[in-house]
Structures are given as structure tokens and as C-alpha cells.
């Protein structure tokens, strides 16, 4: 919001739940945990691909906001974090749609910093993906019953990859 009116509340609220969201949910590694049970406080210390795909988006916008490179470097630890973690013998986990949301992150930080690597892995999961899990009517995923969403989630990254080529 703050991109589109630069009305300084929008980006003084942001910061707010930037820093909130990395006392909170961020582990020593860089990732973010999935949640907090507002009841007892708890974390729910699972990693998601979505976590940390919105957080790696969130601080290379915010580098480009205010050209502060403590959002950049930022970024980079984070993406070198999730690569890390969730790129496991050339795939990651099987939720294509949080992988879709991760790649956006990747897919900002590569605009800002030309880093191929960032966006390899993702060619490669994808590639793998069309190889061992396209079935005759071309629909995604290992289970025999296909969700829409994931086929959506393909679609998108299948986009963004070839836009990236151009």
C-alpha cells in the first residue's frame, strides 16, 4: 500500500509487523516459524516455504523503500537459509502453492541482485515436477486426486520462470 499511495502510515505499520514477525517467528537460522497459539503463547516452531518466502519478499521491498542495505542483507540470509532447508536432492516439499508464495521472495531478490542461484532451484523443482508428476491429462502431483490449487501454484511458477527468461 505504501508503494502505491506513500502515505507513511502504511510503511510505519509494515515496519511494525516487519519487526514483531522477526522477534517472534524468526529462528536463529533465518527461517520463520508458522505461528504462535495466541491461548498459551506457544510456537508452532514447523517451517513453511510460505513463511519464509513472505519474509525474503518483505525485506527486498523494504530495501527498495528505503534503499537500506540492512534489508538486503537481510534478504540474502534468508534466501541462503530457505535454499538451505527446503532444497533437499533437487526438490522442494511437495506444497506447490507455498512454493509458489516462496518464489516470489526469490523471484524480488534476483530483480535487486541478479543472483542465478536464487532462481535455479526453482527451474530444477519445477523441471522435476513436469518429469515425474505430469499425468496423461497433464495435471500436477504425486496423488492420484489433483487440487486446483496446485495446479494453479504450477501454473504460476511455470510463468514467472519464463518471464524470467525473456
Given at each position: 500500500m505504501y508503494q502505491i499511495t506513500h502515505n507513511a502510515e502504511?510503511?510505519?505499520t509494515a515496519l511494525d509487523i516487519y519487526k514483531w514477525t522477526n522477534k517472534n517467528l524468526q529462528s536463529p537460522e533465518g527461517l520463520y516459524y508458522d505461528n504462535i497459539k495466541v491461548s498459551s503463547g506457544t510456537i508452532g516452531k514447523a517451517f513453511y516455504t510460505y513463511n519464509t518466502g513472505t519474509m525474503l519478499q518483505s525485506n527486498v521491498?523494504?530495501?527498495?523503500?528505503?534503499?537500506d542495505k540492512k534489508y538486503l542483507t537481510e534478504a540474502?540470509?534468508?534466501a541462503l537459509a530457505g535454499k538451505t532447508h527446503f532444497f533437499k536432492d533437487g526438490r522442494l516439499p511437495n506444497e506447490y502453492w507455498f512454493n509458489a508464495v516462496m518464489f516470489r521472495g526469490y523471484e524480488e531478490l534476483?530483480?535487486?541482485d541478479k543472483n542465478k542461484n536464487?532462481?535455479?532451484f526453482f527451474a530444477e523443482d519445477a523441471e522435476q515436477i513436469w518429469k515425474k508428476e505430469c499425468d496423461a491429462d497433464?495435471?500436477?502431483g504425486k496423488k492420484p486426486a489433483?487440487?486446483?490449487?496446485d495446479q494453479a501454484a504450477m501454473i504460476e511458477i511455470y510463468a514467472r520462470l519464463l518471464e524470467l527468461k525473456k
Open positions: 502504511y510503511l510505519n521491498l523494504l530495501y527498495k523503500i528505503t534503499r540474502e540470509r534468508i534476483y530483480k535487486v536464487w532462481i535455479s497433464h495435471l500436477l489433483k487440487r486446483l490449487i
